[in-house]
C-alpha cells in the first residue's frame, strides 16, 4: 500500500499550516482540558509535533507515529520525545495501550482510513481527539475546480476527520475560536507546493492555477472558525466493525 510522506515539506510544514498563534493558544488550552484525567495519549500522524509537544510540556505522556522520519526529526529538534516510525493501518503498540488518541488532518491521506481508524481504536481505550475547521477552504475549493479545467482531478484519498463526523456522532463538539484566513497567504503557501494535493500536479499547470486564484481572489480574507471534536472509542470501533460486515 503506497503511502504519502512529507519528508519533502518537513522544513516548511510548520510555516504553512494552522490557525494564528493567538488561535493556537487558545486551541491547546481548550485541547488539555479535554484530556485532563487520561494520562498516556497517541499522537497518530504526529508529524513535527505540533500537538504532541505542548502537551509533553504540560506533562502529558505523549507517543507519537508517523512515517516521515524528516518530520519527526524537525519534531526531536524541538525537544519532543517518544516518537516512532510507522504505519497507522499497523500500529506497533498492545491492545489497549493508550487512554486517548489525537488524529489530526491524517486521515484523509490515508485510503484504508478505515483500517486505520481500527488500529487507533485498538490500541485506545477512552477517548479520540480531532481539531477541524469549521468551513470548507475556498482556495482548495477553487484549486479543484481549476484542476478540472486543466484537465486533472482533486486527489481523493482518505476521509477528512471533520467529515467523520457525519457518520460517528462525536461526544462533544468544542468550539474553539473564529479567525481570519488571509488569502495572499495561502496563496504563498500553495506557491510552494506546501499541500499533498499538489504534488501530482505538473509545476507548470500548478502555477497557473495560483495566477488564476491571485486574479479570483485578490486581497481577500475569509473568516474560519476551529473546533475540537472528542469521539468515545467504543463508538468508532462500533462503526468500523459495521462497515467491515457489509
Known sequence: MKRISFDSVAQIFDNTRGPPEH???????????????????????????????????????????????????????????????????????????????????????????????KEICRVTTNVMVATVHERGNPMREAYNRLLEKYGYEGSRRGKPEHDLENLVTPSKRIHVATYNVDIEQSLAHMSQRAFSYQWSIPENVNNQIIAELRRCFPGKRVRQGLSILVWNVEDVRRYVQQRQRE
Open 23 to 117: 488561535v493556537s493558544r487558545q486551541l491547546f488550552v481548550a485541547l488539555r482540558k479535554e484530556l485532563v484525567g487520561y494520562k498516556t495519549i497517541l499522537d497518530a500522524g504526529v508529524g513535527t509535533g505540533r500537538f504532541a509537544k505542548p502537551l509533553q510540556d504540560t506533562k502529558f505522556e505523549v507517543v507519537g507515529i508517523d512515517l516521515s522520519q524528516r518530520m519527526m526529526g524537525v519534531a526531536r529538534e524541538k525537544g519532543v520525545v517518544n516518537l516512532f516510525r510507522g504505519d497507522l493501518c499497523f500500529i506497533p503498540f498492545k491492545d489497549s495501550s493508550f487512554d486517548a488518541a489525537i488524529c489530526n488532518a491524517v486521515l484523509h491521506l490515508i485510503p484504508e482510513w478505515k483500517m486505520a481508524l
